[in-house]
């Protein structure tokens, strides 16, 4: 079912309230209040998406959700089917001691035909169960992966043989993608919405108030927060608008309960390197 403009409304404003919550537990601001939702009672394009306070002051607040590169929902969907149809494959796990991961190229997923799925997981399979990966060791005398590479595979893929931990010999799929590639497509993505986004924000600042815009991400697989983060802070450098007070992501890739929170940008602070603050 394709959510409706009113359910689309709901969960905007339900990230923008928890973006706003975590803002005021990080500068000790005590309880957050909505005191008006502009957009819904305004109509108005520039108009933003909250406004509230906590002790210390009015917040002013715009969402936005962090769009796809282009591709990048194909990938995804690709990269899915695939994930999925490989760890059934090997649901009863490789030859213990283990686990192991296979790391897949996103950007050749991407060009696989709906059609060349099947026979993509026939391949990678037949190729994971020739390797002869050596009982890994610490430290390592030799490597503990192996590449394999058209013809021999339908996209690159790299099979690692890790340490054994309680999940001894169980087999899983993750992604890896050509980060020279993707960079500037997800870095000129998050420029337009932090232009648009910032000067709609700036406009709405009265007296004191706290600007922050919040970035909803809800595709972990392909961009995940630190991706996304140091993708906000080049593109923050080529803007000419004044930058919101703070910059805050929104995971909500997980589902409704377990939304993360990562702060961006704290007055002249920006995350490198972040981790996640708090569910």
Known sequence: MVPS???END??????????????????????TVDEIPDLNERN???????GHDSLGIICLEHTL???????????RQASRLMERMEERFKEGLDRPGPYVLALDTGGVNHLRDREID??????????????????EVPPPIPNHVRGEP????????LFRLISIPDDGKFTVSFQRDESTVTPLRVDRIRRALSDKAGKLEISRTGEATTVLVFEL?????????????????AAQSIEEPLPDHIIMIDVSSGDGSWMAYYTKIGSWWARGPKPMSH
Not at 11 to 32: D, L, P, S
Not at 151 to 158: A, E, G, I, S
């Open 5 to 7: 403009q009113s359910d």
């Open 11 to 32: 969960h905007r404003h339900a990230v923008t309230i928890f973006a706003a919550e975590k803002v005021t537990e990080q500068r000790n601001g005590g309880y957050f």
């Open 45 to 51: 394009l520039r108009a933003i998406d909250l406004i």
């Open 66 to 76: 962090i769009e796809a590169y282009e591709g990048q929902r194909r990938e995804t």
């Open 119 to 136: 026979d993509a997981v026939d391949r990678i399979e037949k190729w994971v169960r020739r390797q002869n990966l050596p009982v890994p």
């Open 151 to 158: 013809p021999d595979t339908p996209v690159l893929v790299t």
């Open 218 to 234: 809800n595709d972990y697989m392909l961009s995940g927060p630190g991706d996304v983060m140091s993708a906000v802070y080049e």
